[in-house]
């Protein structure tokens, strides 16, 4: 029977090794997913470097991050080890997912998805480990690792792909100590006299939008690329902010903040899965957004 190639198994454990320290963002967190020591990682990443003659590591006490050559190659040999994983589905029971799932979620839609991924999900399917980055920050799928993004807003990423999870409303809210303040405004020309909390992307801040397609960017008291931090001002009485009623629900129910202009229409807003596994997703992926859908249909209802 022909032996493994023991440079090519090497290479193969080289390339295991640098993808997991890339994911992971040390060689030791690597060491714990892959069930070894930190030196074990160290050195077979260390064997790709010679092989290559390069650099993939910039190496200090407190950091390890990519050199352009690294990052290069990772872009390049991640998906391939992702396909790798993906192969394993096929032969295995059928519902049964396997290894490490990495989503991105805004933080305020993540905030509510949180629950039930954790109540119901992750028990429904112990053979996986879950990672999670809440941040509205738009993050590289491919570059940095992550298996799903949930993204509020149309999909404009054409190099993957996207399901949509549901289409929610929106809200524009005040508090009751900056409405008692400030008065409550009657009517769309009427919040022009108001104070705004904005909620800003990529440096631009998002206009009020309407159902009828009109919108109004107001001057904002306080802008933030954050929609957590834009329901605290909102709760702190700052001004009126617009956000997806799924997120201030709970608000609005206990009289923390009040819903305005209620005869006015507000747009649905699309939320997407995204990920960057083309028409055949591996297992884990598919079945955490198929729970996804299922989960905002039922908060959407119940709200």
């Known amino acids: 029977m022909p032996q493994p190639d023991s440079h090519m198994l090497d290479r193969a454990q080289g390339l295991i090794a640098f993808v997991r320290a890339v994911e992971s963002g040390s060689f030791s967190a690597a060491a714990r997913v892959l069930g070894t020591s930190p030196s074990a990682v160290s050195k077979n990443v260390a064997k790709l470097e010679a092989r290559f003659g390069v650099r993939l590591f910039r190496r200090s006490t407190r950091s390890l991050t990519l050199t352009r050559e690294g990052a290069a190659y990772f872009e390049r040999v991640a998906p391939l080890l992702r396909a790798l994983d993906e192969a394993g589905d096929v032969i295995r029971p059928e519902a049964t997912a396997l290894g490490v799932l990495r989503i991105t979620a805004p933080g305020d839609l993540g905030r509510i998805l949180m629950d039930a991924v954790t109540r119901l ?39 993957l792909n996207a399901r949509l999870l549901a289409r929610l409303p929106m809200v524009l809210a005040a508090s009751p100590a900056y409405l008692a303040a400030r008065g409550t405004p009657g009517s769309r020309s009427d919040l022009e006299a108001h104070d705004h909390i904005r909620y800003v992307l990529d440096g631009r801040p998002f206009p009020l939008r309407f159902a009828d397609g009109s919108v109004y960017t107001p001057p ?26 799924l997120a201030v629900q709970d608000d609005i129910d206990a009289g923390r903040l009040v819903p305005l202009l209620p005869a006015v229409a507000l747009p649905l807003v699309p939320v997407h899965a995204l990920h960057p596994f083309g028409r055949h997703p591996p297992l884990r992926v598919r079945l955490c957004i198929d729970f996804l859908v299922d989960q905002l249909a039922f908060l959407a209802a119940a709200r």
């Open 121 to 159: 999900f992750l028990p429904a399917h112990r053979g996986l480990k879950l990672e999670v980055s809440l941040t509205d920050r738009h993050v590289n799928l491919i570059r940095e690792g992550f298996d799903i993004a949930v993204r509020a807003g149309e999909a404009v990423d054409s190099d």
């Open 220 to 245: 904002g008291v306080l802008d933030a690329d954050s929609g957590v931090a834009t329901r605290i001002a909102a709760l702190n009485g700052l001004g009126i902010v617009q956000m997806m009623r």
